[in-house]
């Protein structure tokens, strides 16, 4: 099964309470009440995201943090990346830290490069303004089957 992480799910609903106002500054408590996640666990989200380039913090006595910028410019593949690292589906794609045991002798090796790369591109389409809106992203369009298009007739 092909599963986000529950840390990158937190940062996804994290930055989305923060989208309506990008340029309001946030603390970790702020949006720890906001989010229901705990105050450590955003906390670490944050520094991340920070160290991904998207937020930004602000020191001081109102100091907290803000996206880097708007919300419909930052992609559901940059928060992936931020949070988990490059986005490979398996150990022998490009880009992947993962070394892979048997790649010489394996049949498949480069052809996982075809998907990997269509899901990121799938993922750069998605935006954090999208996300965070109910009923932002348009519906999944289904192909029918012929068999299907066949028993309806």
């Not at 160290?51 to 602000?58: M, R």
């Not at 519906?139 to 068999?147: A, E, L, N, T």
Request: a neutral charge; hydrophobic letters at 40%; aromatic letters at 2%.
């Amino acid at each position: 099964m092909l599963r986000l992480n529950r840390l990158t799910d937190y940062a996804i609903v994290a930055m989305s309470k923060m989208s309506p106002e990008p340029d309001s500054v946030r603390t970790t408590t702020q949006l720890s009440l906001e989010t229901a996640v705990p105050i450590p666990t955003i906390a670490k989200l944050l520094n991340a995201l920070m160290k991904g380039g998207l937020v930004l913090s602000h020191r001081g006595a109102s100091g907290g943090y803000t996206l880097s910028r708007p919300a419909d410019k930052i992609t559901a593949a940059d928060i992936i990346q931020a949070v988990e690292g490059p986005i490979s589906l398996t150990a022998c794609v490009d880009g992947s830290d993962e070394e892979c045991g048997i790649q010489l002798d394996c049949p498949m090796s480069g052809n996982w490069n075809k998907v990997n790369k269509a899901i990121h591109k799938a993922l750069t389409e998605v935006t954090l303004a999208e996300l965070g809106t109910p009923g932002g992203l348009p519906p999944v369009q289904q192909q029918s089957s012929p068999q299907a298009v066949r028993s309806a007739s």
